[in-house]
Nanobody, 115 residues
């Protein structure tokens, strides 16, 4: 099993930055796929970005060039650096980890971007 704990959400003005973190309860050396989803009010949950164990990254078009995903295996932690935030980035952000053919989810952290 893997437990994921997110941190770093909050309220920020448009154009500002936030860094989210997701700490796993086990070594992420053994976890291949990790990523971030978000869900805005009234909308479906969507994939924002993902990173493999080898460091390959993918980004949804709305966040390309603004968000950066990374992982620190020594700290069992994944990060999401969010720059140039927009009001439409407002959502609950969830981290995920794919381990032993099962997907694990964090509890979510709220990000609110004011205009």
């Amino acid at each position: 099993q893997v437990q994921l704990v997110e941190a770093g959400g909050g309220l920020v003005q448009a154009g500002g930055s936030l860094r989210l973190s997701c700490t796993a309860s086990r070594s992420i050396n053994s976890i291949n796929g990790m990523g971030w989803y978000r869900q805005a009010p009234g909308k479906q949950r969507e994939l924002v970005t993902a990173i493999t164990g080898g460091g390959t990254t993918t980004y949804a078009n709305p966040v390309k060039g603004r968000f950066t995903i990374s992982r620190d295996n020594a700290k069992n932690t994944m990060y999401l650096q969010m720059n140039s935030l927009k009001p439409e980035d407002t959502a609950v952000y969830y981290c995920i980890a794919d381990y032993m053919y099962k997907r694990y989810w964090g509890q979510g952290t709220q990000v609110t971007v004011s205009s």
